[in-house]
């Protein structure tokens, strides 16, 4: 069960920017846990894009940023290009869980 | 470079066991965490369960409680996990992974995934 819900999908034209919310509660986020996201492409392992909140590894555009507040985080794409349909997830912890816990993922398409 | 080398696909019948492997190389094996995941066909991710490398500790999600088993062989520089008693809802794509901590260190319940396996499918099916 996905304790972080985010929206299904969300699209974009081409150079515009999206923004994908990740809410969580007070167990998980709003307790303090860093948020990560990934993006996986069809067939293939899930690929990390930002770490500890807003962190971008190496090798990452920055196009891709994230954002934390309160029981939620953002991941924002800017300059939409076509390579960026994916399937995107957010990561953190969730203490009543005891157990790392990821977001429902939201498709991106673009137009 | 640094990978993650998964064993084969498996197909295994409904209470039956499966055990995949998961080889590390590229880095020294016993400095972090590796985390198992899964993914059901067209569903999220799941976390299974993570061991230290050095010391063999383990801790598992809820969920597979007393279902599942991972281990680490240093010498080889492998991860296995070990999940019993089988059923269909298990049929999924199972990943290891490398935990990523701060650049300030490790906290508690604060792992990224930095380094994927390319996974392993396991098809439950009579």
């Known amino acids: 069960q996905s304790v972080l819900t985010q929206p299904s999908s969300v699209s974009g034209a081409p150079g515009q920017r999206v923004t994908i919310s990740c809410t969580g509660s007070?167990?998980?986020?709003?307790?303090?846990?860093?948020v990560h996201w990934y993006r996986q492409l069809p067939g293939t392992a899930p690929k990390l894009l930002i770490s500890v909140n807003t962190n971008r590894p190496s090798g990452v555009p920055d196009r891709f940023s994230g954002s934390k507040s309160g029981t939620s985080a953002s991941l924002a794409i800017t300059g939409l290009q076509a390579e960026d349909e994916a399937d995107y997830y957010c990561?953190?912890?969730?203490?009543?869980?005891?157990?790392?816990?990821f977001g429902t993922g939201t498709k991106v398409a673009v137009l | 470079q640094v990978q993650l080398v998964q064993s084969g696909a498996e197909v295994q019948k409904p209470g039956a066991s499966v055990k995949l492997s998961c080889k590390a190389s590229?880095?020294?094996?016993?400095?972090?965490?590796l985390h198992w995941l899964r993914q059901a066909p067209g569903q999220g991710l799941e976390w299974i369960g993570l061991i230290d490398p050095r010391s063999g500790a383990t801790m598992y999600a809820q969920n597979f409680q007393g279902r599942v088993t991972v281990t680490r062989d240093t010498s080889t520089s492998t991860v296995y996990m070990d999940l019993s008693s089988l059923r269909s809802e298990d049929m999924a794509i199972y990943y290891c992974a490398r935990r990523l901590c701060r650049n300030s260190g490790c906290v508690f319940g604060g792992d990224a995934f930095d380094i994927w396996g390319p996974g392993a499918m396991v098809t439950v099916s009579s």
């Open positions: 590229g880095y020294s094996f016993t400095t972090t965490y």
């Open positions: 007070s167990s998980n986020i709003g307790a303090g846990f860093d």
């Open positions: 990561q953190s912890y969730d203490n009543s869980l005891s157990a790392y816990v």
